[in-house]
């Protein structure tokens, strides 16, 4: 399913990382015009994943969290909620939806990220729960030492003032570093850095980490993928970018940067150029796709694979995406040393 062509690179000569998106699904992984058995959800939007790391110990398989929209009644209805699928790290495979709603009515956008010391899933999403509410600046933070696929297993630990997302970077000792925002919006000018040291209080250090590259035509961005952590110790993050004309006629591409293994705030490397845009008629949303927004990639779901996928010393990372905010693909980025 993943093409074998090279798609885009960026590499400059300043640059310590030579990184390359590899591969992309000529077709989506999940959607409602799949075969039921292939990846078929009953939803006419399913979109913008976040992997779940799997525990063979526990019984707990590896897929993604999906917020989904227009289901049938019985699959949560037509308003925003977040539900789930089987999915295969290695091969980018994904299962049918499952009839689980995880978070109910008004919640979107999940971020979670595994901590296999203590054993506890934590997730960032967005939630519409009044009255402890901040409008579009509401984020949820939520726990579990459980099932991350049983709602009634999360613990809802925080309600912040930040912009529908949180992507978290676990430290092996505190603090622990959180990447949150969309901007320009409101009073935010930039994509900003908060640390907690035990997750109870946030606090941001950072209000203008990362603002609009406007020599790439960006308009806006937001924080999307949970940064990875890489052989090199430092970290991989996608960012979101809407290019001139979103959204009627721009693209909601990826871009990334790298952060400093000492120091996560400082920014070591950025793409040049967006990494991840609209190739294929599902990203695009042609017909018969399902679409809300044409020409859509939001890249919220990186996740590093074993050493044992590739025989050299890079890193890989296997991403999952919204197309078109409505359907779901894969694919592979390389990340070497120069």
């Keep these: 399913m993943l093409s074998a062509s090279l ?59 999906l917020r989904v929209a227009e289901c049938p009644d019985d699959w949560g209805g037509k308003v925003d909620h977040i539900m ?17 709603v995880v978070f109910g009515k008004d919640t979107q956008d999940p971020r979670i990220v595994y901590d296999e010391d203590t054993k506890m899933y934590h997730i960032f999403y967005y939630a519409n729960n009044p009255p402890v509410n901040h409008g579009e600046y509401t984020v949820n933070y939520a726990q579990s030492k459980g099932n991350p696929y049983n709602s009634s297993e999360w613990v809802v630990k925080a309600t912040l003032p930040w912009h529908r997302n949180g992507c978290v970077i676990i430290r092996d000792t505190p603090p622990h570093y959180i990447v949150y925002g969309e901007a ?9 850095v908060a640390t907690t040291e035990d997750f109870s209080s946030f606090q941001t250090v950072n209000n203008s980490w990362l603002g609009v590259d406007s020599s790439q035509g960006e308009i806006v961005i937001e924080a999307a993928s949970p940064p990875v952590k890489l052989s090199s110790g430092d970290y991989f993050h996608l960012y ?3 290019t001139t004309g979103w959204v009627a006629n721009g693209n909601y591409t990826a871009g990334y940067v790298i952060m400093d293994k000492d120091d996560p705030t400082k ?4 793409s040049k150029e967006h990494l991840i845009i609209s190739t294929y008629p599902y990203q695009n949303g042609d017909a018969p796709f399902p679409v809300q927004r ?12 074993p050493k044992s996928f590739a025989n050299d010393d890079a890193d890989y990372i296997r991403i999952w995406y919204g197309a078109a905010d409505a359907s779901v693909g894969t694919g592979i980025i390389r990340i070497g040393r120069y």
Aim: aromatic content about 8%; charged content about 10%.
């Design 294 to 305: 044409h020409r859509t990639i939001f890249a919220q779901s990186a996740t590093l694979l």
């Design 184 to 192: 320009p919006t409101g009073a935010m000018s930039a994509l900003r």
């Design 240 to 242: 979101a970018a809407g």
């Design 84 to 100: 789930w699928a089987p999915c295969n790290l290695t091969t980018g495979v994904c299962g049918d939806l499952v009839n689980d």
């Design 267 to 270: 920014i070591i490397q950025k």
């Design 7 to 65: 798609l885009l690179s960026t590499a400059f000569a300043s640059d310590l990382f030579n990184v390359t998106l590899l591969s992309m699904s000529s077709l989506p992984i999940i959607s409602n015009i799949n075969a039921k058995g292939s990846g078929y959800t009953p939803c006419n939007y399913t979109f913008n994943p976040s992997f779940i790391a799997g525990d063979e110990e526990r019984g707990i398989k590896e897929g993604v969290l």
